[in-house]
């Protein structure tokens, strides 16, 4: 793993570099037996433009999507499922206040904090998701909980949060998903509402995010894993895209395993996730094709942001349409990259 971790500082240090190669020995891929394993993910899509985030907070970022690749990927290449490794790679996202998941969820024009995750296991075509959550520190794995541990693929509100405590999981209060960003951001958008001129400062980072993985395991199933805390200044009780599968989220071993993000009404409308797998098993188109199509269906809607998508092979694909995306990746060949701009 030793080379694993340089390679990370080296990309921490140097923002511009993009991608390297993982020496074959750390990346076990074996191309006589073709044992492959990758991870994709993805901290939110929005006007993330160089220059405009200072060269200390893009490092916090990076750090944050280097944690997050290093916990899936020490899943994947012991031989661990797909499933534990993206709900690994999501977990470390939402206990980190960069992002807006989990410890660093955005506010609701009420001023409280309101969770949505899901994850979806492309072998079985399971699925677990939870929204409206104000007391859960790690959704994903309640999501995860909802798909194993009930009849049901998606709870919301007090009753996910009373299967929770009947499961065991500890709640927590809501004052520990407070950030001075993400209150300042609500304050901002609270202003903007009522003054034109205030509108003009607002910015993709003050309005959403999420966070979200996809994976393949050396048994060869894909699986998918998102979470977020929506959009700020949201009414209580709105639901975005992250939960709902075949939307935000979505995998199948047949096709592909994808994870969204971006303005959840229109990732909703354009049926986003199972829209890419119905390209791929219907039409037989190829990953990449398949998501820029559907991305492009959501922009002709009016809506902005990206997703992550993987298939059976390994391939991954990254589209946004906005200014930048927070992703990194592992692929199959073992080139590793954390990026942030287009
Ligand atoms: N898609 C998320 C939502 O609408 C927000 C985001 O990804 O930026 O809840």
């Known amino acids: 793993m030793k080379t694993f971790f340089l390679i990370c500082v080296a990309l921490v240090s140097t923002p511009l570099a993009d991608a390297q190669e993982i020496s074959p020995a750390d990346h076990p891929v074996d191309s006589m037996t073709k044992v492959k394993f990758a ?37 994947l290449k012991n031989g661990g499922s797909s499933l534990d490794a993206t709900e690994a790679a999501v977990r470390v996202l939402e206990d980190d206040p960069h992002f807006n998941a989990g410890k660093g969820a955005v506010f609701t024009s009420a001023g409280t904090n309101e969770l949505d995750a899901a994850v979806m296991d492309g072998k079985t075509l399971r699925a677990g998701a939870v929204a409206v959550l104000q007391h859960i520190r790690n959704p994903v794995s309640l999501a995860r909980m909802v798909m194993e541990d009930s009849p049901h693929v998606m709870l919301s509100g007090e009753g996910a949060e009373k299967f929770a405590v009947e499961h065991g999981v500890k709640l927590v209060d809501q004052k520990y998903f407070f950030t001075q ?7 901002r958008m609270k202003a903007a509402e009522k003054n034109r001129h205030a509108a003009s400062t607002i910015t993709d980072q003050d309005r959403h995010g999420t966070v979200g993985a996809v994976a393949l395991d050396q048994q060869g ?34 096709t592909c395993a994808v994870s ?41 809607l009016g809506g902005a942001g990206g997703l992550i998508a993987i298939d059976q092979n390994g391939q991954i694909t990254l ?16 080139k590793f990259a954390i990026e942030i701009y287009k």
């Open 39 to 75: 991870l994709a993910i993805h901290g939110g899509a929005g006007t993330i433009e160089r220059g405009k985030i200072t060269a200390q907070r893009e490092q916090e970022y990076r750090a944050g999507l280097e944690s997050s690749l290093k916990a899936g990927y020490e899943i």
């Open 181 to 187: 960003e993400r209150w300042d951001a609500l304050q």
């Open 221 to 254: 199933n894909l699986a998918a894993a998102t979470s977020t805390g929506g959009t700020t200044n949201k009414l209580p009780g709105r639901v975005g895209d992250s939960p709902i599968i075949g939307s935000g989220t979505y995998a199948n071993n047949a």
């Open 260 to 300: 969204a993000t971006g303005d959840g009404e229109y990732f909703i409308r354009a049926t986003v996730g199972h829209d890419i797998s119905a390209l791929m098993e219907y039409r037989g188109m190829k990953l990449a094709e398949a998501a820029q199509t559907v991305l492009d269906k959501v922009a002709k």
């Open 319 to 334: 589209p946004f349409n906005t200014a930048g995306m927070y992703r990194g990746q592992i692929d199959a060949d073992g």
